[in-house]
């Protein structure tokens, strides 16, 4: 397996390990004992992902002690969420600005990709392309600064999403693979219509019911 590969297998096993409630908010995430669990001959693709995801938002840093999985609140969640409805509000509303056909085009392809992912029931890969629906129309938002902030945004907010959301609790997953498909065809047909407000509220509506489906678990 080439450098390259190995750097994104090894990603994404640190994300299973994540999903699968290996680790819980507050633990630091070690390289030494990651390397050991993905049997890996070397540290480097671990430190590489763990720089990834501390890059993004989804793990704090302290100096020398490592990354950790933030703490969580209700007060952060609540935080958290009305910073992403109110920055990817602005993405969609600007994607039906400035996004060219060829971009609608590739948007409508990402969304493809995630039903068909859905079908498989890998929830890794499910959460990548999420990931990328979303990024991708911070990019065609033609807003350099939209788009920083809101990868950070988005992956704060995946550290609720993936303890409190998903859990690994089949029901709850396999009605997520249908419904967010579904709202995000939605969003991207606004984005179509150049419907700007109208793209705006959808998202902010879609990332409500994802906030909605697991507040009231947090105490």
């Known amino acids: 397996m080439n450098k390259e590969n190995l750097e994104e297998s090894t990603y994404n096993a640190i994300i299973k390990l994540i999903l ?46 490592g990354c950790f999985i933030p703490a969580l609140s209700p007060e952060d969640v609540e935080h958290v969420f009305f910073a992403r409805e109110n920055l990817e509000y602005q993405n969609a509303a600007s994607a039906a600005i400035h996004a060219s056909d060829e971009e609608i085009a590739q948007l409508q392809a990402i969304i493809q990709e995630e039903v068909t992912t859905g079908k498989t029931g890998d929830i890794v890969a499910y959460s990548a392309i999420n990931e990328k629906f979303h990024q991708f129309i911070a990019q065609i938002s033609k807003n350099q600064y939209l788009q920083q902030y809101s990868q950070h945004i988005f992956w704060r907010s995946n550290a609720y999403i993936f303890f409190y959301y998903y859990q690994f609790k089949v029901s709850r997953v396999d009605t997520e693979f249908k419904v967010s498909p579904a709202q995000h065809m939605k969003i991207m047909e606004a984005i179509k219509r150049r419907a700007a407000d109208e793209a705006g509220t959808l998202m902010k509506q879609h990332i409500r019911r994802t906030f909605e489906g697991f507040s009231k678990s947090i105490s």
Do not use: C, M
Not at 20 to 49: C, M, Y
């Open 20 to 65: 699968e409630n290996h680790f819980k908010p507050g633990d630091f995430l070690l390289e030494t004992e990651i390397t050991a669990l993905l049997n890996l001959k070397s540290r480097t693709p671990v430190h590489h992902a763990l720089g990834q995801l501390v890059a993004k938002g989804f793990l704090a840093k302290k100096n020398k002690k």
